[in-house]
């Protein structure tokens, strides 16, 4: 008589997994192409973010945030570089350089 299925799969060598914790962010990575607005603003997930590289307004851009950190914040890609976003800081996004007396 034959194995056998169960005996057959017990018995087959199986390769170890290098499943690592990179390979598992790179897995749960989501990309989105969002524009970069002229105040080098984008939008992702109901949030505002914003880059200092001005040469990128007006453009599409890849931005990618990580399933795996959700507290991280997102990234743009480009040209096989990743720059960091930062949330917009509102205060200072339209208030500039005047004093913040008549803001409460």
């Known amino acids: 008589m034959g194995k056998t ?8 060598p199986r390769p ?3 499943f690592d914790e990179k390979r598992l962010i790179d ?28 040469f990128l307004a007006g453009r599409l851009v890849t931005v990618a945030r990580s399933l ?6 997102p990234w743009i890609e480009h040209e096989g570089k990743r ?8 205060m200072v996004k339209f208030v500039g350089d005047e004093p ?4 409460l």
Do not use: C, Y
């Open 16 to 18: 170890t997994d290098t």
């Open 68 to 73: 795996a950190e959700p507290d991280a914040s």
């Open 27 to 54: 897995a749960l990575t989501v990309r989105a192409r969002r524009r970069v607005r002229r105040d080098n603003t984008l939008a992702m997930e109901g949030q505002d973010w914003e880059t200092s590289l001005h």
């Open 5 to 12: 299925p169960a005996d057959v799969f017990a018995s087959a």
């Open 100 to 103: 913040a007396k008549h803001i």
């Open 83 to 90: 720059f960091a976003l930062a949330p917009v800081d509102a």
